[in-house]
């Protein structure tokens, strides 16, 4: 199939999956939080696993991987597969609606939605030119952004005051995992490089092998660690009354939903844009001070307007951490070996997607949230420093070109 062809279709179902994506998008933000902590009164245990029920996902994304590339399936036929059995999770869990199912249903279905990317990124690997890789692929996220975002204020009014209904969302979310999954189906793809053995962390050797990838994923994990530590207590913040707010569902769901969602989809094009033109280590540390910014704005103000505010440059940076967390390695991986990189960074997202949640629940229950913010913000500005001895490798980098053999003589 010729690559126009294999663009065009890609396109099409992506901007369909995109819909779908931003309704499960809700899930992990707002919604199964919500439910776990107003419906069931979930203790801080069970309210980390449901948050952090993607990042599962990411952990055994290498495993994934390599089982994919030992079957020989097409990156985009198994992750149709593998979505289709998350969707079959929140159904399991909207008919049998107590706490345990619930977190079993919720968990197992966005942590097959997190396990499929290195797939995903795999075949835009393949089906997106790289000149134009960030601009199709902020496009897209633009729809997911906008579904995110009117979903949040739809479902908020919807289950504010009828919170006992919640299993009608857990059919949406099912649903909507069915119709990316009959998109991924549709997309042409192909099977991945069966090298370096079948054994399922095989991909690990990379950290090893490639020094510029290696230091890269050490910030990343300082950043998303104290990122992805915070991001959960946005929602307990804003609806245990033992913060002096209690909000009702619908505005929890408009400050952690709607308006980061309305500042995404603005920005979107043009992060963008600066994926495929700038280098891209400046653009990850211009996005790690947005993160640090909003974070301080939104957990230390103790204010309604300091809430929009972080939420609004939440929303920002967020939606260049869209583009660059899902593309960056497509700049300097080998184009065979994408997935296996993919994979890599997945796993390390994974682990801290797990530990930050249950890190940031234990520690809220101890310190003031002010601090947590203060110390998250530190931890997110030594990331940055670090990175900027690497921006001389992310301007070599502009074209999408691999530094394997740069930069490791």
Same mark, same amino acid.
């Given at each position: 199939?010729?690559?126009?062809?294999?663009?065009?279709?890609?396109?099409?179902?992506?901007?369909?999956?995109?819909?779908?994506?931003?309704?499960?998008?809700?899930?992990?933000?707002?919604?199964?939080?919500?439910?776990?902590?107003?419906?069931?009164?979930?203790?801080?245990?069970?309210?980390?696993?449901?948050?952090?029920?993607?990042?599962?996902?990411?952990?055994?994304?290498?495993?994934?991987?390599?089982?994919?590339?030992?079957?020989?399936?097409?990156?985009?036929?198994?992750?149709?597969?593998?979505?289709?059995?998350?969707?079959?999770?929140?159904?399991?869990?909207?008919?049998?609606?107590?706490?345990?199912?619930?977190?079993?249903?919720?968990?197992?279905?966005?942590?097959?939605?997190?396990?499929?990317?290195?797939?995903?990124?795999?075949?835009?690997?393949?089906?997106?030119?790289?000149?134009?890789?960030?601009?199709?692929?902020?496009?897209?996220?633009?729809?997911?952004?906008?579904?995110?975002?009117?979903?949040?204020?739809?479902?908020?009014?919807?289950?504010?005051?009828?919170?006992?209904?919640?299993?009608?969302?857990?059919?949406?979310?099912?649903?909507?995992?069915?119709?990316?999954?009959? %998109?991924?189906?549709?997309?042409?793809?192909?099977?991945?490089?069966?090298?370096?053995?079948?054994?399922?962390?095989?991909?690990?050797?990379?950290?090893?092998?490639?020094?510029?990838?290696?230091?890269?994923?050490? %910030?990343?994990?300082?950043?998303?660690?104290?990122?992805?530590?915070?991001?959960?207590?946005?929602?307990?913040?804003?609806?245990?009354?033992?913060?002096?707010?209690?909000?009702?569902?619908?505005?929890?769901?408009?400050?952690?939903?709607?308006?980061?969602?309305?500042?995404?989809?603005?920005?979107?094009?043009?992060?963008?844009?600066?994926?495929?033109?700038?280098?891209?280590?400046?653009?990850?540390?211009?996005?790690?001070?947005?993160?640090?910014?909003?974070?301080?704005?939104?957990?230390?103000?103790?204010?309604?307007?300091?809430?929009?505010?972080?939420?609004?440059?939440?929303?920002?940076?967020?939606?260049?951490?869209?583009?660059?967390?899902?593309?960056?390695?497509?700049?300097?991986?080998?184009?065979?070996?994408?997935?296996?990189?993919?994979?890599?960074?997945?796993?390390?997202?994974?682990?801290?997607?797990?530990?930050?949640?249950? %890190?940031?629940?234990?520690?809220?229950?101890?310190?003031?949230?002010?601090?947590?913010?203060?110390?998250?913000?530190?931890?997110?500005?030594?990331?940055?420093?670090?990175?900027?001895?690497?921006?001389?490798?992310?301007?070599?980098?502009?074209?999408?070109?691999?530094?394997?053999?740069?930069?490791?003589?």
């Amino acid at each position: 199939m010729a690559e126009a062809s294999r663009t065009h279709i890609t396109y099409r179902y992506e901007r369909w999956r995109a819909v779908a994506s931003g309704v499960l998008e809700t899930a992990t933000s707002t919604f199964l939080l919500v439910i776990a902590l107003q419906w069931f009164h979930a203790g801080a245990f069970a309210k980390a696993l449901v948050a952090g029920g993607g990042s599962l996902g990411l952990i055994v994304s290498p495993v994934i991987v390599t089982v994919v590339s030992s079957l020989g399936w097409p990156t985009a036929t198994a992750a149709s597969r593998l979505l289709a059995a998350g969707a079959f999770s929140f159904l399991l869990a909207a008919a049998l609606p107590g706490l345990p199912i619930f977190i079993l249903g919720s968990v197992a279905g966005m942590a097959t939605s997190a396990a499929v990317i290195p797939l995903l990124t795999q075949m835009y690997q393949e089906n997106y030119p790289a000149k134009e890789r960030g601009r199709l692929f902020s496009k897209t996220v633009m729809i997911r952004i906008g579904t995110a975002a009117l979903f949040s204020k739809l479902a908020g009014v919807a289950l504010d005051g009828r919170l006992d209904q919640f299993r009608w969302l857990l059919l949406v979310f099912a649903m909507a995992l069915g119709g990316a999954s009959y %998109c991924l189906a549709r997309c042409p793809s192909q099977a991945l490089t069966a090298e370096g053995g079948g054994h399922p962390f095989r991909a690990m050797r990379f950290v090893r092998e490639d020094p510029l990838f290696r230091r890269t994923l050490i %910030c990343w994990m300082l950043m998303g660690f104290a990122n992805l530590m915070m991001l959960p207590l946005r929602v307990e913040y804003l609806g245990n009354p033992n913060y002096h707010f209690g909000l009702s569902v619908t505005r929890i769901a408009i400050l952690t939903g709607v308006i980061p969602n309305l500042a995404r989809l603005v920005m979107s094009p043009v992060w963008g844009w600066c994926f495929d033109h700038l280098n891209f280590f400046a653009l990850r540390v211009t996005l790690n001070i947005g993160f640090a910014l909003g974070m301080l704005a939104f957990f230390g103000g103790h204010s309604l307007t300091g809430m929009v505010l972080g939420a609004i440059i939440f929303g920002i940076s967020n939606a260049g951490g869209d583009v660059a967390w899902s593309l960056w390695v497509t700049k300097f991986a080998p184009a065979a070996r994408v997935a296996d990189y993919m994979s890599v960074h997945t796993f390390f997202t994974g682990v801290r997607g797990v530990l930050a949640p249950i %890190c940031g629940f234990y520690f809220i229950s101890r310190w003031p949230v002010g601090w947590l913010a203060i110390i998250s913000s530190a931890m997110i500005i030594a990331a940055s420093l670090l990175l900027v001895p690497e921006i001389r490798f992310g301007r070599r980098a502009r074209a999408g070109t691999a530094l394997v053999e740069e930069v490791s003589d």
